[in-house]
């Protein structure tokens, strides 16, 4: 059975950092894009980051802007997602995110094209 696990989510204030980890079990996901949504309250789930599966790619949402930085440890099966700057319009459910295919391109932004979800982990943001 797949499984993705977030952590690293929490309370910090404006200008603070945390570090999300997205450990993959139940199957290896080393050739496969990963890639990070966030969803905040009213909203509707948001592309933030993914890469590729040698790391060699990456792609960010529009509004990240050198904030955020994403990479991977193929050897671990886990994704990393590096928030800086924060801002309490950060504050969101993070998701981890996997695709069950091969492949790279501007599809890797649309939540639809991936297979597998992790159960999310709140940020939160305070100003």
């Known amino acids: 059975q797949v499984q993705l696990v977030e952590s690293g989510g929490g309370l910090v204030q404006a200008g603070g950092s945390l570090r999300l980890s997205c450990a993959a079990s139940?199957?290896?996901?080393?050739?496969?894009?990963m890639g990070w949504f966030r969803q905040a309250p009213g909203k509707e789930r948001e592309f933030v980051a993914a890469i590729s599966w040698r790391g060699g790619s990456t792609a960010y949402g529009d509004f990240v802007k050198g904030q955020f930085t994403i990479s991977r440890d193929n050897a671990q099966n886990t994704v990393y997602l590096h928030l800086n700057s924060l801002k309490p319009e950060d504050t969101a459910v993070y998701y981890c995110?996997?695709?069950?295919?091969?492949?790279?391109?501007?599809?890797?932004?649309?939540?639809?094209?991936?297979?597998?979800w992790g159960q999310g982990t709140q940020v939160t943001v305070s100003s």
């Open positions: 139940g199957r290896t996901f080393s050739d496969n894009a």
């Open positions: 995110a996997a695709r069950g295919t091969t492949g790279w391109g501007p599809f890797v932004e649309s939540p639809h094209e991936y297979d597998y």
